[in-house]
């Protein structure tokens, strides 16, 4: 009987062989595809395994981490004032996932990015769990506060704040707000929470720093004023312009008209800025064509995507229009449609002497020892115009902060320059206008910031609503915390 | 045993016992899983268990009680089944302890049973029973030859076993398998132990008629082809485990008996056209069952396409087994650091092999299936060294059935074939799994030992300088 047990014990070797070799494909051949399966939830939980890094503002983390008891994802993101810096955190959860700056620099946050990898060997070898670095970035706590603050008490609205000679976003607020730590975990609770949000009217997840565009109105001006100096169309701003009033739209029978009885026959542009003529600028467009006019507005970054890093929607210059509408276009109407970043951008450059810095809001992303793992420096994006006309412009700005429509955002002891705006919008313009209103102010050591405010569908009563009286006086207190906080 | 005392022949081959061998190998089978056990309570704790006293001297004296009986009444056994079970014995004792720590897996019991209970301290228990019943082998069963006798009654034994998850009112339908019997609080799968009552009658019968089944044949295109009425009994084990399997919706147990039936039949025969039928009746059998049974069918779709979205509406076990395969490479997460509580249901049975993938890396299962090769090994030489065909039956017909668990069970939780409701012999916890292969190990031992035991000295003879004892 011994020759078929030989043969079964070789048939019992096979099975076993059999197992090994199938166990080699599934652990060594097959094992990274399984470990990074779609359906393996090890990625989630070891995602969620360790604290996660922090998102730093002024030196102090907004962001932190608390221990979820009863859930295989140990870890649950927390803020500090959520509501506050949703629009420039955005949300972590680890039911619905991440956006803006928890997504794009998740690979820091969570440890896993390939720049730590060398890190991350050594802590393998010697023992050590993997950290999440942290993202430094360029916001300024009191701007934040005063932006979000003003922003609360007037309903829906935006604010963006850029320092104009690096290019580093100071604030970046939006009402109505959420708070990303109602929906960080992973219960079905939270899970409700952010569908309610998302089904939300007044969509508080919308990110309207940068995310939502706004017919710009009056604020355009000081693009169609850039776009005037820089083709030749006038020297001097305190010249007269060839601007007949009432000024009827060119191929069109209808005059464009301004707001109230204001003195536009021919002003020159500083008086024209100061009062806000729409004749005035609207012939200046319609003179200057909509491809000197195109061209300016895509100096200041319009027509196209910013990323800081968060993606920014693109600001809209109509490319292709007729002469009224291009009128139109260039005192912010038609379709000519800005986010308030877009709008912050243009304030900067003129503050900046003509210079566009490229906007950013991450300065530095750190291991969790603090070492810089990547430094941002800033980058010129564009010269709009030269520094004469820019320096032209800012008096004009500073004549309509000083004397015009834009007095609310004086600060005693500062030079500030603003354009207001009043753009109307809905069917017939039946909706309350959105006010706008940008701004910069200057030290003695150049600009530290320039700023955009948006206010839309205000509960105030329609004649109440203007960029002067709305916006103003938040970007006032903007600029006065970021001058606050540099002395 | 000084039988060089006489000048006979034989007997002069004085065998070493081999026991201190064992006793050396029975000191790493228990501080093996005792440094495991600290691993895991370090990793998940960051402390060394508090039980670690306890569960050493509980390991260590089960592993010492078996010894001194191996050492006492089977003096000649082979010196490898002891160590390889008792290793076996406590890596599952430890993972299991392991499973029980999940806070994922203690939820799961509470939604499901409304509380969790440990399951480590009742494995620790059947490991004792089981080492008590091998113990009882050893001392009651002088020898092998005597089960012999009880052939036929282990014929109607193994029947009676097979058939009682059927008997209404006794048996447990756990999860779509029917092979549990509840009595009183215990829940016994019968099918465990039928499978060394069987492997006794297969032994018995075969014994008394290989002759008839391997001689009375008609030469057919190179084989031997079988009488007709010799298949009677082959019909009737295919018949058997075709009805478990439509009845008990039991893959596993089926195959088990069926091939553990035809390798007890070709060794017996030496008739290689035994296995031919065997193989064309199990692909019959399968294929025929599976036409109809869905429960098969659907076992058979979740092996083709374990991740598809049908699949996992029915089960994800085999999605998550895979997974945790996976994501243990080639080193393992190390013990108590994996998340193989994913698994969920049967985490610490079925699947328990698919924990020591996630944690112990490809370098440990295939030292937990080289450990496995080994035994059945062993067994194999020990049907090899048996001087008696009972005892060369009955030791391949309990290896080979080892052998086919083995693969079966980490085939399926591998993805290698549809998987089967079958335990991993000694890791996995389960009561009666653990009893009845410590049984068989007994069994296996007494073998060894009668094969290995040099013949007993003649009896004192005055004329042994001049006669030469001729012995069979």
Known sequence: MNKPLRRIAIFCGLLVFALLAR????????????????????????????????????????????????????????????????PVTGYSSQRIGANQLEYIDDGILTG????????????????EKKEGGNVVTTLNGAAQKAAYEGLKGRGKGAVAAIDPSTGAILALASTPSYDPGDFAGNTNDEAQKFLDLDKDKDKPLVNRALRETYPPGSTFKVVTAAAAL???????????????LPWTMPNTTTPLKNEGDIPCKNASLREALRVSCNTVFGKIGSDLGKDKMLETAKKFGFNSEQFVPVRSNASNFPEDMDKPQTALSSIGQFETAATPLQMAMVASAIANDGTLMEPYMVDELQARNLDTVEKHSPKEMSEPLSKENAQKLQEMMETVVEEG??????????????????????????KNPYAWFISYAKTDSGSPVAVAVVVEDSKASRDDISGGGLAAPIARDVMKAVINSKK | MSSTTHTSTIGAI??????????????????????????????????????????????????GVGHIVVRKFAAYADPLLLPLATVLNGLGLVVIWRLDQSEKLQARAEAQFGAFSPSAPNQLMYSAIGIALFVGVLIFLKDHRVLQRYTYISMVGAIVLLLLPLVPGLGENIFGAKIWIRVGGFTIQPGEFAKIVIAIFFAGYLMVKRDALALASRRFMGLYLPRGRDLGPIIVVWATSILILVFETDLGTSLLFFGMFVVMLYVATERTSWIVFGLLMSAVGAVGVASFEPHVQQRVDAWLNPFSDATLQQTDQIAQSLMAFGSG???????????????GFAANSDFILATFGEEMGLAGVMAILLIYGLIVERGVRTALAARDPFGKLLAIGLSGAFAIQVFVVSGGVMGLIPLTGMTMPFLAYGGSSVIANWALIGILIRISDTARRPAPSPAPNPDAEMTQVVRP
């Not at chain 2, 013990?335 to 509580?341: A, T």
């Open chain 1, 23 to 86: 166990d080699n494909w599934l652990q060594y051949v097959q094992a990274d595809s399984l470990a990074k399966h779609e359906k393996n939830r090890r990625v989630t939980i070891e995602r969620y395994s360790q604290p996660r890094g922090d998102i730093i503002v002024d030196g102090k983390p907004i962001t932190g981490s608390k221990a979820t008891p009863g859930s295989d994802l140990k870890y649950k993101r927390t803020w500090k004032n959520g509501p506050m810096w949703a």
């Open chain 1, 112 to 127: 896993n990015d390939d720049r730590l990898f060398f890190r991350r060997t050594l802590d393998m070898l010697t023992g």
């Open chain 1, 230 to 244: 820089e083709n030749g169309l006038y020297d001097d701003i305190d010249g007269k312009t060839d601007s007949p």
């Open chain 1, 405 to 430: 429509t834009g007095t609310n955002a004086k600060i005693p002891g500062v030079t500030v320059g603003g354009k207001t705006g009043t753009a109307q919008h809905g069917v017939a313009n039946s």
């Open chain 2, 14 to 63: 004085g065998a070493p016992s081999r026991r201190n061998t064992e006793l050396a190998l029975l000191a790493f089978a228990v501080v093996i899983p005792l440094f495991a056990y600290m691993n895991v309570g370090l990793a998940l704790t960051g402390e060394v268990p508090t039980g670690m006293l306890g569960y050493g001297m509980g390991l260590g004296l089960l592993a």
């Open chain 2, 329 to 343: 490479g080639v080193l393992g997460t190390g013990l108590g650091q994996g998340n193989s509580d994913l698994i």
